[in-house]
């Protein structure tokens, strides 16, 4: 349950950041190598302060920092330490990436571009047959995907997430949920709830994730404006994803900032 938690979270997460193009100079003889980088790292601490971390900061290199207090009882216990780096390599694009989700792999060869007859060989990666039966996020072979740390960014930030101040060794109360349509009667494992109204402020937008950086900036823009605060954690709503269509011209997300 714990590892579909994170799982998920995660994986929603990673979408999000790798439509925001991190790639790193290596020339540029500065930290950070580029300025494009700062537009995860504002993100990343909107979303810390979302989740209640308020004093995540980004500094003037591009180091997000964010810290969770010790529960109460274990203040001098050992501290422990997440670090994922924003940047991309320069060896290949990292802008308008097209990311696939390939549920349930079943070792074959991987069709990434039909158009460019792009096609990942399973054959030349032989690791590959230890991931059958998993889901594997793709790109369409003509960029990166960024999971390279991007996918260690989304892992803190999951964790965060489902850290809180009551520490317990057994018996953990925990809920993975999921948006449904409609009325169901409750089963032994799964339970129907209707949560409690939160204010929002959205943009629901179509098209590729390489839009969702300038939505973010919009939808933070526009509560500033207004006189609101972050409150809840930041969501999205995918109306349409990479689950029901492979052309990120037909993807619809519903950007989401929970406010007060």
Not at 13 to 21: E, G, Q
Not at 53 to 76: F, H, L, M, Q, R
Not at 121 to 133: R, T, V, W, Y
Request: glycine letters at 6%; a negative charge; aromatic letters at 10%.
């Amino acid at each position: 349950m714990l590892l579909g938690y994170f799982t998920e979270e995660a994986y929603e997460r990673l979408l999000n950041y790798v439509a925001v193009d991190t790639t790193s100079d290596p020339v540029s003889g500065k930290a950070p190598s580029s300025d494009c980088q700062f537009a995860l790292a504002k993100m990343l601490v909107e979303e810390f302060k979302g989740l209640g971390v308020e004093n995540a900061e980004v500094d003037e290199k591009c180091y997000v920092y964010a810290s969770i207090p010790a529960t109460e009882g274990y203040e001098n216990s050992k501290r422990l330490g997440f670090i994922a780096h924003m940047d991309t390599a320069p060896e290949f694009s990292g802008w308008d990436i097209k990311p696939q989700i390939i549920e349930n792999y079943d070792g074959k060869d991987i069709l990434l571009n039909e158009e460019l007859n792009i096609v990942f060989q399973a054959a030349e990666n032989p690791e590959m047959q230890e991931l059958i039966g998993k889901t594997l996020i793709v790109t369409d072979g003509t960029t990166l995907l960024g999971a390279d740390d991007k996918a260690g960014v989304a892992e803190i930030l999951a964790a965060a997430e489902f850290l809180d101040k009551e520490y317990k060794e057994e018996n953990v109360d925990m809920m993975a949920w999921k948006t449904v349509k409609g009325s169901y009667p409750d089963t032994e494992h799964v339970k129907f709830r209707t949560l409690p109204e939160v204010t929002v402020a959205s943009c629901t937008y179509q098209g590729s994730y390489t839009q969702i950086t300038d939505v973010y900036a919009a939808v933070i823009a526009w509560t500033e404006a207004n006189g609101y605060e972050p409150a809840e954690p930041m969501f999205n709503i995918y109306h349409v994803s990479p689950h029901e269509t492979q052309n990120p011209n037909e993807y619809i997300t519903e950007v989401c900032y929970a406010v007060k």
